[in-house]
């Protein structure tokens, strides 16, 4: 069974009460240009706003070598997870060394978008977007994007986008102190 969004039609969001915290998502897109220009991306669903997911990737994913890898793992929960979360409890259980909760499974590899407008393109519900730009020398820079879409009337395709820069609000969040990862 794959826990990749859903590709098209309508939706419910469920907020659900576990261990007394009210959980919903930012949906988000984590991507890496690669050579050719092209972007290798993943579905990230909870905290994907520049103050959660941005503050995240600034600060625990700065080498293209980390990027690649937190990409390759797949679709995720979240990119720094300290947590996990029992099913049979409904609890969430603290961990040591904060990882991935990646979804596994074939469904859920990185996908290959040929140009920067496929990849504003990909349809899962997506509020913000994330493309680390290598230099070539194993470093780079995150530029982030709030992502705004017009859907058709029937929410089955979006017919365009728009994508407003906004890696300043992680970069301010990180400068006033107030990181919570």
């Known amino acids: 069974m794959s826990h990749s969004p859903f590709t098209g039609g309508f939706f419910i969001v469920i907020i659900d009460s576990v261990n007394k915290h009210q959980f ?3 949906r988000s897109r984590i991507g890496i240009e690669l050579e ?3 972007i290798k991306s993943v579905y990230h669903h909870f905290d994907g ?3 959660g997911l941005g503050v995240k990737l600034l600060t625990h994913y700065t080498t293209e070598e980390s990027v690649n890898k937190l990409i390759d793992g797949g679709n995720m929960s979240n990119c720094w997870s300290d947590s996990q979360f029992n099913v049979e409890t409904g609890e969430f259980t603290p961990i040591a060394d904060p990882k991935p909760a990646y979804y ?3 469904d859920e590899k990185p996908v290959i978008s040929k140009k920067r407008k496929d990849f504003f393109m990909i349809d899962c519900w997506q509020e913000y977007s994330y493309i680390f730009v290598p230099n070539g020398r194993g470093q ?3 530029a982030m994007y709030e992502v705004n879409h017009q859907y058709d009337e029937n929410y089955d395709q979006i017919l365009s986008y728009e994508a407003i820069p906004c890696t300043r609000r992680a970069l301010d969040q990180i400068e006033k ?4 990862v």
Request: aromatic share 16%.
């Open 177 to 180: 102190g107030e990181v919570l």
């Open 36 to 38: 050719d220009g092209s």
């Open 49 to 51: 706003y520049p103050e």
């Open 104 to 106: 596994g499974g074939e």
């Open 140 to 142: 780079g820079f995150w």
């Open 24 to 26: 919903m998502s930012t």
